[in-house]
Each structure stands twice: as C-alpha cells, then as structure tokens.
C-alpha cells in the first residue's frame, strides 16, 4: 500500500514537473520572440549608437546640422511679426516645427557618442555651415518688414536649405549611421520641396 501511495506521489511529481515545463518554454518562447521584435524596432537605434555604429560623416553632419537647423528656427522667428505673406508665415511655421525635434535628436546622438554638441551660440560651423547667412545679412533681415521681409526670407532661406541639402547629401553617400542617413533622406525631400515653394512664391512678386 505504501509502495503503490509512492508511486502515485512520484507520477504526479512527474506529470507536475513536465506540465511546468511546458508551461516555462511556452512563456519562454513567447518572450524571446517578443523581446527579439521589440529589439530590431524601437530599440535599435538606441542600441547602434550606444555601440558606436557611426562614423566621422555622421558626427560631422550632426555637429554642422544643429547650427544650421538653429539659425534657420532664428529666421522663422522673424516671420510672424514681419511677413506680410500669409504662406511666409505658414512656411517659416512649418520649419520651426520640423527642425526643432530635429536639433534635440541630432544632440541625442552626440550625446550618446561621446561628443560635445555645439555651443547655442554657435552659428557658423567652419566648413559644414553651407549657405549660412552672416551677421550682415541677419541684421538686414531683422530690420526688414513686409514684401521686403518676405522677398528676403525666401532668398535667403533657399541659399540655406541648399546648403542643408547639400550636407544631408554627403551624410546619406558617406555615414554609417542608419536613423541620420534616414534623417538627411528626410531633409532631402522636405527641404528641396520648400525651395520649390519659395521659388514659386518669388515668381509671383
């Protein structure tokens, strides 16, 4: 009787311990795969810069891009109280909003390289600043109202927005870091379509 009680005992020890194995890989499979999924979305590019997947065209279309991006934020400030055209107010909106996130990346990833992010005040970058407006033009700028403001602002900011392009360019043939190869795409695209606009807004003056 004793012998067939420890029997019973040790089956359902057995049949227990291999339902909870079961259960242990189903979980288990369950979350690796979750895990791995989650690892190649969101948690990617955090992962490649932490490793440092980049290279000096990356750190170098970062350290130019956030003076850049800044002086053209200062432009748009100017629009709401000086534009007269209501699509200059609209586009100089619209390029705050798409460049300032872009600023708090581009540092982010600087940061996470081990990198120094540009001063805020610096607003001219060496030879990565292309189509960057000096002091002159900038004061000129301030000083200007209504179609004069307007006419200058596109004028100028399609210089700058080239400029911009032309660096996104060189990050996009020359970088090793995906997410800022797909930012420079962005400004690609984004940029070249506003100095469609600008040249278009021009043409009606």
């Given at each position: 009787m004793t012998a067939h009680r420890s029997l019973i005992r040790r089956t359902a020890t057995v049949a227990a311990a291999g339902a909870a194995g079961l259960v242990l890989a189903a979980c288990g499979s369950n979350s690796d795969g979750s895990a791995g999924d989650g690892g190649r979305t969101s948690a990617a590019p955090a992962a490649s810069a932490s490793q440092g997947q980049h290279n000096a065209a990356?750190?170098?279309?970062?350290?130019?891009?956030i003076p850049h991006?800044?002086?053209?934020?200062?432009?748009?400030?100017?629009?709401?109280?000086r534009a007269e055209s209501a699509e200059v107010k609209k586009l100089a909106d619209e390029i705050k909003k798409a460049q300032d996130p872009e600023i708090k990346t581009l540092s982010g990833w600087l940061t996470s390289w081990g990198e120094d992010v540009p001063a805020e005040g610096a607003m001219e970058h060496g030879g990565h600043g292309g189509g960057m407006m000096t002091a002159e033009e900038m004061t000129k700028l301030?000083?200007?109202?209504?179609?004069?403001?307007?006419?200058?602002?596109?004028?100028?900011?399609?210089?700058?927005?080239?400029?911009?392009?032309?660096?996104?360019?060189?990050?996009?043939?020359?970088?090793?870091?995906?997410p800022a190869k797909d930012m420079a795409g962005n400004i690609i695209a984004s940029q070249t379509a506003e100095i469609t606009r600008m040249n278009t807004l021009l043409g009606k003056h």
């Open positions: 990356d750190v170098a279309f970062a350290k130019g891009m991006h800044r002086q053209a934020i200062q432009m748009a400030d100017l629009a709401p109280t301030e000083q200007s109202s209504g179609k004069a403001f307007d006419t200058a602002f596109m004028e100028l900011m399609i210089k700058h927005h080239e400029g911009a392009v032309a660096m996104a360019k060189t990050e996009k043939s020359q970088g090793a870091f995906q």
